[in-house]
């Protein structure tokens, strides 16, 4: 078997093992009623196995998937449960991506 073909078979079976086994959550940054207050968005890398969250996710995507109205009180709920679901899992902290942001939710923003 060529290097090349064996490359690509490696390249594809790591690619495909991410998908299944890692998952990527958004958060929007914000900017809160406090003065001085902003949350700071990113992008966290964590190991999905035995959650129910999409490959990509987000707190708005999350919401607006139930068919629920996306606001701030229910962005900070779904935030609260997602943080305690994921911080054991976390592997890595990624600057925000508006990108991934609008791919979790069907490509609206939500404000």
């Known amino acids: 078997m060529p290097k090349s073909v064996r490359a690509i078979m490696i390249v594809f079976v790591v690619v495909v093992m991410f998908y299944f086994f890692f998952g990527l959550f958004v958060v929007k940054p ?5 003065p001085g207050l902003t949350i700071p968005g990113a992008t966290i890398v964590y190991l999905r196995v035995g959650l129910a969250l999409p490959f990509i996710a987000s ?26 679901a994921l911080e054991p899992r976390m592997i890595l902290s990624l600057p925000y991506s508006e990108r991934l942001y609008l ?7 939500y404000k």
Do not use: F, P
Request: aromatic letters at 0%.
């Open 30 to 34: 914000t900017v809160t009623t406090t």
């Open 59 to 84: 707190a708005d995507g999350l919401i607006s998937a139930r068919n629920q109205t996306v606001d701030g009180t229910a962005r900070t709920a779904v935030l609260i449960q997602v943080k305690m």
């Open 103 to 109: 791919r979790s939710t069907g490509g609206v923003e």
